[in-house]
């Protein structure tokens, strides 16, 4: 898998085992949809798997990415994926404690600095690279609880990319969670994929923009709406 365009176009980036990737063709023609808009927003990798979403929108000029997987291999996956694109740096091996069941924090953000909680024994850990252009997080956990933390530091992202495993119907709930959390900033934009058979999902917040299928893949467009009145 390769990063479409950008700062890191053409860059190879490693897959996680037994991860269903977002087809180049297909990740290319979202952010093509997308265009400008991406340049300068914060972003929101929910789901992420190889982190490749993310990648992309860092490549296209987003000043900064949070992935959130609650895999620990995959998450070890993004972590190398960003070390090899200069997005964070590597650290000496060593022995770490076993991992721990609660939300893992890498990177900076939230008031944690550096490596919050460790992968496993011998592991290699990762911190934000000194000459990194953009802010990148990647938290271990579920969505649900990762939803949480971010409600509870008031954050909000004005471009969130979810790429949900399709048969878990995970999609609505993620939406609901998010933009009741106050996850999506005004004007901000979702973008989902999913199973070109489903509905788009009616999300109180949320409008939906525009629906675009590439075979067996449905790519979903919502925009936050403003709040009207005092």
């Known amino acids: ?129 000194p000459s990194t252009f953009a802010r990148v997080e990647v938290w271990r956990a579920d969505y649900r609880r990762a939803v949480r933390r971010i409600k509870g530091e008031g954050r909000a992202f004005d471009l969130v990319l979810l790429d949900p495993p399709y048969r878990e119907g995970l999609l609505p709930e993620a939406l609901w969670a998010l933009t009741g959390a106050g996850g999506v900033a005004p004007s901000g934009l979702v973008v989902a994929e999913a199973e070109a058979r489903l509905l788009a999902p009616e999300v109180n917040g949320l409008t939906l923009i525009d629906e675009r299928t590439y075979g067996g893949t449905k790519l979903m467009f919502w925009v936050k709406r403003e709040t009207v009145g005092a």
């Open 1 to 129: 898998m390769r990063v479409t365009s950008g700062t890191f176009r053409g860059r190879l980036l490693r897959m996680p085992h037994g991860i269903r990737p977002t087809q180049d063709r297909v990740r290319k023609s979202l952010f093509d949809v997308l265009g400008k808009d991406v340049a300068d927003r914060r972003v929101l990798d929910l789901f992420a798997g190889s982190g490749a979403l993310g990648v992309e929108a860092l490549s296209r000029g987003a000043v900064s990415a949070l992935f959130v997987d609650e895999d620990a291999g995959v998450v070890r996956t993004i972590l190398a994926n960003l070390a090899d694109l200069g997005l964070m740096e590597k650290q000496a091996k060593g022995p770490h404690p076993p991992p721990s069941p609660s939300l893992s924090v890498y990177g900076e953000g939230g008031g944690i600095k550096g490596l919050s909680s460790r992968l496993g024994e011998g592991e290699v850990a990762l911190h934000p690279s």
